[in-house]
């Protein structure tokens, strides 16, 4: 991989989430009814820090779950010989609540389709909304997000890194060329 350049610091991130969970609110409405489920591994921060911004917002900070994918993904026979299964965390019922997915990258939306069924798997929600930190394009599946940190029209032959302190020790979005 070669280093092309830093997309999004830390500063840059903060504003983007921090702008996501106004739009979040506003699309709702404020927050009855509102929960977040992080898509493992990096939509889980992700989905912390919106709701932490979204409780500066609103006086009330909504739950937050975790999601793993991984046993509902459409790729998993040919790609993962012995999958890594990691733990779905979601302490609430999602019956009848408005769903925000989080995720870090969005590109084929096969994650995200991914993430429909397993939310679908824990009970039926009123509404199910997808919010991502970097929206890539190239859809194979005819599903977009709702909330958008930042869209970054991409080539195949590029790949997007999110470092985040949770996970990485710190915050920034890169674009590499493979």
Do not use: W
């Not at 070669?2 to 609110?25: G, P, V």
């Not at 990691?86 to 609540?97: A, L, N, R």
């Not at 919010?131 to 032959?157: Q, W």
């Amino acid at each position: 991989m070669t280093f092309k350049a830093q997309i999004l610091n830390e500063s840059d991130i903060n504003r983007a989430l921090i702008r996501m969970s106004h739009q979040i609110c506003e699309k709702n409405g404020g927050i009855d009814n509102l929960c977040l489920i992080g898509i493992r591994t990096r939509g889980v921060p992700l989905a912390h820090r919106l709701a932490e911004f979204i409780g500066k917002i609103e006086g009330v900070t909504p739950e937050v779950g975790a999601l793993d994918i991984t046993l509902h993904r459409d790729d998993i026979d040919k790609t993962l010989s012995t999958p890594v299964v990691s733990s779905t965390d979601v302490p609430f019922s999602v019956e009848g609540k408005t769903v925000v997915l989080v995720d870090d990258v969005i590109y084929t939306c096969r994650t995200a389709r991914a993430a429909l069924d397993a939310v679908m798997a824990l009970g039926r929600p009123a509404r199910i909304q997808l919010s991502v930190l970097i929206d890539r394009g190239h859809s194979e599946l005819p599903i977009r997000a709702n909330f958008v940190g930042k869209n970054l029209p991409t080539s195949h032959e590029e790949i997007i890194a999110v470092r985040l302190c949770e996970c990485d020790g710190e915050d920034s979005v890169c674009i590499y060329s493979k």
